[in-house]
Nanobody, 126 residues
Framework: QVQLVESGGGLVQAGGSLRLSCAFS????????MGWFRQAPGKEREFVAA????????FYADSVKCRFTISRDNAKNTVYLQMNSLKPDDTAVYYC???????????????????WGQGTQVTVSS
């Protein structure tokens, strides 16, 4: 059974940076597209970023493009989300997700992903 464990969340001032990590276990990491989603209070869970199975392709929501970078290390079974120039609107619980597929939908939704972590809180103060 695939398990995902996020870490790296916390409280940061606007303009600051955080790096989230997600450790994958229970399967063959390289068979999975990996993504990050987030959910703010009272809002639906939304797509943030995704990376292809070997890291050659990345995808971003318009709201985080040029500020966030997703990457993966298949030797460590870990996916990362580097978040720079953080804004208060980035405050949310961030979830790591895995999709067993060789392709990623152009506009991913939570239903497109098969496994989820428990989430890590990111709070950006103004």
């Amino acid at each position: 059974q695939v398990q995902l464990v996020e870490s790296g969340g916390g409280l940061v001032q606007a303009g600051g940076s955080l790096r989230l990590s997600c450790a994958f276990s229970g399967g063959s990491f390289a068979l999975y597209y990996m993504g990050w989603f987030r959910q703010a209070p009272g809002k639906e869970r939304e797509f943030v970023a995704a990376v292809s199975r070997f890291g050659e392709n990345t995808f971003y929501a318009d709201s985080v493009k040029c500020r966030f970078t997703i990457s993966r290390d298949n030797a460590k079974n870990t996916v990362y989300l580097q978040m720079n120039s953080l804004k208060p609107d980035d405050t949310a619980v961030y979830y790591c997700a895995a999709r067993r597929s060789s392709w990623n939908p152009p506009h991913p939704t939570p239903n497109d992903y098969d496994y989820w972590g428990q989430g890590t809180q990111v709070t950006v103060s103004s």
